[in-house]
Antibody
């Protein structure tokens, strides 16, 4: 059974960098695309982008220039880095299985990230 | 853009519940005859759970009281007889176009 385990700090200062990790177990990280999705408090869901095992990425234009994904197939983990954060980046961040043309059937537990001033 | 209606729904136990989702463009892909539309259920403190994909295919383990229908731009999620555990927020998602986008959510409460 595929599981996604998220880790990373829950508090980031404004203008600094947010970094999150997602570990994949129960399936090969090479078999699928992997995405990040976020949900601001009390709001809806926003797809941030995806990464494939070969390092191919695509990002939501709304975040282009500030976000970078990476992947380490040897440790079955993929990563999100979001630079120059502001209060608007305060959200619950999820790692999920699937790419831009997929329904998302496996979700991590979520990491609440608060950007403080 | 994907728009759901209504935003809120108050339903009695055992009642039939219908949530609508409209896409600003067709999500039907002619080459494979599939509608790129999914439905999710989110309960408080939990990540969303995939209920329906390809507009009408139930995900494994999802109770058969949940069904999806529609094609092109207009879709419906139906809960045939509402159970207490179905109280949640429901989202539709189009994955025909990039970036994939979600509706604003429909909150179902008793």
């Amino acid at each position: 059974q595929v599981q996604l385990e998220q880790s990373g700090p829950g508090l980031v200062k404004s203008s600094e960098t947010l970094s999150l990790t997602c570990g994949v177990s129960g399936d090969s990280i090479r078999s699928y695309w992997w995405s990040w999705i976020r949900q601001p408090p009390g709001k809806g869901l926003e797809w941030i982008g995806f990464i494939y095992h070969d390092g191919n990425t695509k990002y939501n234009p709304s975040l282009r220039g500030r976000v970078t994904f990476s992947i380490d197939t040897s440790t079955h983990r993929f990563f999100l880095v979001l630079r120059s954060v502001s209060a608007a980046d305060t959200a619950l961040y999820y790692c999920v299985r699937g790419g831009e043309f997929d329904a998302f059937n496996i979700w991590g537990q979520g990491t609440m990230v608060t950007v403080s001033s | 853009v994907v728009t759901q209606s209504p935003d809120f729904l108050a339903v009695s136990l055992g009642e039939r519940t219908t949530i609508n989702c409209r896409s600003s463009q067709s999500v039907f892909y002619k080459s494979n005859k599939k509608n790129y539309l999914a439905w999710y259920q989110q309960k408080p403190g939990q990540p969303p759970r995939l209920l329906i994909y390809w507009a009408s295919i139930r995900e494994s383990g999802v109770p058969d009281r949940f069904s999806g229908s529609g094609s092109g731009t207009d879709f419906t999620l139906t809960i045939s007889t509402l159970q207490a555990e179905d109280v949640a927020v429901y989202y539709c998602q189009q994955y025909y176009d990039s970036p994939p986008t979600f509706g604003q959510g429909t909150k179902v409460q008793l």
